[in-house]
């Protein structure tokens, strides 16, 4: 038995909260519905029994449909690694991290400067991804600049599968790159329908808020259910400019529009393994900028993973956001507070690891202190553990007043269990620090970056199938 921490504060809301929201939410996809411009789909979600116009290319949602699609989700999705020992079990219990994607800059591990991301920076942080134990999955977290911008998706993906033997998440940018990696999926898993049971990658989509799927996203939505890729659909509704302003007008939006988007997978594939992503951006209305690690940002995930929990929806929300542009107490503040929302309230997959400065730059020292944060998030999740044995009283009572516990068999037995133990946040004591050089966390990541890349290596795949990858990336 444990005492959970897992969505254990007062600001859990009471069943009859969620279940107005949800009703809400679904009063807008029944009245409002969603801009669906496809014939394909609109053809397809006419024959599944949907309100459908044509002329408005509009799509409304009975709630009895919504809730029976919703019903056929999968609860159990298995990622696939390079083989079945990497393979990870995403579920409503599991609490994995990955890499923020999409970032165009990085911060040079010799000069801190930033500057535009090359492949070569994608495949140093594809080897630092696949050392850290607390980062759980790969991510495109960098797009190069040196290759053409039509390739750098796919060029990103030929290089992950070649360097980390995780599953990868990636945003392909539109259908012939969706196409390119559904046949890159083929080749390194031994061809078509090879990868139905253990995908090695997921697709991430987003609708256009407030209340579109763009034709890009139907495309490539239809591809990962032609291909049977999972798939993350994440609502970003920015508060302010594409949502409500208020936060409960912001947590409706994007729950009608997530929900319509798993609706439409399981329309277009029925059974289709997706995710239900949170994304609650909000924009200063001084400067227009969108703001991912404030903490409203957090506020909001809290909801959202209550409510989608309360469907039995898989979960990926933004772990460790931030919008500070330096590896400083900003960042560590911003990624800290929203890591506790979303491991306390039940996130599935929690994102971000890697990345500062508003999802524009990637840092290999980042990542690094990521993996501290994300072995901080996984302890928490794991809440507090009781049995008779851990409570102790026994024993309590036998080392009695004034005595210690350091050579009890008790203490021996969970001294490596029962606390996370961090690999760069430092725990010595200031002279102990002071001899070591007195270095701050991020000068002791960025030497553990260095070492990590410098050292390890995945056995890449063999030479005629990473040939055929790149032939594939670059459309030759």
Same mark, same amino acid.
């Given at each position: ?60 949602? %009975?709630? *009895? &449909?919504?809730? @029976? ?10 990622? $696939? +690694?390079?083989?079945? !020992? ?85 945003? %392909?940018? *539109? &259908?012939?790159? @969706? ?10 898993? $031994? +061809?078509?329908?090879? !990868? ?87 924009? *200063? ?108 009283? *026994? ?82």
């Amino acid at each position: 038995m444990a005492f959970s921490a897992q969505c254990g504060s007062a600001a859990c809301l009471p069943d009859d909260t969620l279940a107005r929201y949800h009703r809400l939410a679904l009063q807008v996809l029944e009245t409002t519905g969603i801009r669906v411009p496809c014939s394909e789909v609109l053809s397809a979600m006419a024959e599944a029994g949907f309100k459908v116009s044509a002329e408005e290319q509009q799509v409304r949602f %009975p709630p *009895d &449909l919504v809730e @029976a699609a919703l019903a056929r989700i999968p609860r159990s999705i298995t990622l $696939g +690694g390079r083989a079945p !020992a990497d393979d990870l079990e995403l579920n409503l219990d599991s609490l994995w991290v990955r890499p923020q994607s999409g970032c165009v800059n990085v911060l040079d591990l010799d000069t801190g400067a930033c500057r535009p991301a090359t492949m070569a920076d994608v495949e140093a942080m594809a080897r630092l991804t696949d050392v850290l134990p607390a980062v759980h999955l790969a991510a495109s977290l960098i797009y190069p600049n040196d290759v053409p911008e039509t390739a750098r998706d796919t060029a990103t993906l030929a290089v992950l599968l070649n360097t980390t033997r995780k599953h990868i998440c990636t945003q %392909p940018y *539109d &259908l012939g790159s @969706a196409t390119r990696m559904a046949e890159m999926i083929e080749v390194v898993r $031994g +061809g078509a329908g090879a !990868a139905v049971d253990r995908p090695p990658v997921t697709f991430i989509l987003a609708p256009t808020s407030p209340l579109v799927i763009a034709p890009n996203e139907l495309a490539i939505m239809r591809c990962a259910a032609a291909h049977r890729i999972p798939s993350f659909f994440g609502a970003t509704p920015m508060c302010g400019a594409t949502g409500p302003m208020t936060l409960a007008g912001q947590v409706v939006l994007m729950h009608a529009e997530n929900l319509a988007g798993l609706v439409v997978m399981q329309v277009l594939q029925p059974g289709a393994p997706v995710i239900y992503g949170i994304r609650p951006a909000l924009m *200063d209305m001084r400067t227009t900028a969108p703001l991912w690690g404030g903490v409203e940002f957090g506020l909001v995930s809290a909801v959202a993973l209550q409510l989608a929990r309360r469907k039995g929806l898989i979960t990926d929300t933004e772990g460790t956001p931030t919008d500070s542009k330096a590896l400083d107490e900003q960042t560590g503040l911003e990624k800290g507070f929203n890591a506790a929302f979303a491991a306390l309230y039940g996130a599935n997959i929690a994102t971000g690891a890697g990345y500062i400065d508003m999802i524009m730059t990637a840092s290999f020292e980042q990542l690094v202190i990521d993996n501290d944060i994300s072995g901080m998030m996984v302890r928490a999740r794991r809440g507090v553990e009781i049995d008779d044995d851990r409570l102790a009283v *026994d024993l309590i009572e036998k080392v009695g007043s004034g005595g210690n516990y350091l050579t009890e068999p008790h203490t021996l037995r969970y001294l490596r269990t029962e606390t996370f133990r961090p690999a760069v946040l430092d725990r010595q004591n200031r002279a102990n620090w002071e001899r070591a050089g007195a270095r701050d966390v991020a000068a002791v990541a960025r030497e553990r970056a260095r070492e990590a890349i410098r050292s390890h290596s995945t056995r890449p795949l063999p030479d005629h199938l990473m040939r055929e990858l790149r032939r594939i990336a670059f459309g030759r």
